[in-house]
């Protein structure tokens, strides 16, 4: 996963694709081909709702590079041997790209800097792409 945004969806929603239609089926045909997507509301949320912009911060932070090891991408969040506990939380090696994260450890990752990261070290959201994602998805 390389969007921030889909990653935050999909912390409160199940996004499912269902079909890939091509432009050929459309007239005049797009530049892009198509797809119809299945997004359902999650029962069991993986960061509540009321964290959203906390989660927010750390997702944007993390995502400046998406290849990037989960170490160096959250470096200046996590102290070295907090970031030591969570790739062994994260049964994870060193090398793992921040990128290729699943929703369950995205969780992981936020319950441990709340747990453990003073809130002075949360990284701060762009306030200006929080405004216009103030719609965020409840």
């Known amino acids: ?5 889909v990653l935050i969806w999909k912390m409160w929603f199940d ?24 997004i359902t509301r999650k029962k069991e949320p993986v960061i509540p709702h ?3 912009s906390a989660f927010l911060g750390l ?17 200046g969040i996590f102290t070295p041997p907090q970031l030591k506990r969570l790739r062994r939380a994260l049964k994870i ?11 369950d450890q995205w969780g992981i990752v936020f319950q441990t800097m709340v747990q453990h990261v003073p809130r002075v070290r ?17």
Not at 59 to 75: C, I, M, T, Y
């Open 59 to 75: 997702a944007e932070h993390a995502f400046k590079n998406p290849q990037a090891s989960v170490g160096l991408a959250l470096r």
């Open 50 to 52: 009321k964290d959203y």
């Open 15 to 38: 996004i499912r694709l269902l079909k890939g239609i091509s432009r050929e089926h459309f007239s005049p045909p797009p530049k892009v081909d198509s797809a119809m997507v299945m």
């Open 93 to 103: 090696d060193h090398e793992k790209p921040v990128g290729t994260l699943r929703e």
């Open 1 to 5: 996963m390389k969007n921030v945004y």
């Open 122 to 138: 949360w990284p701060r959201i762009n306030k200006r792409k929080f405004d216009r994602q103030r719609k965020s998805p409840r």
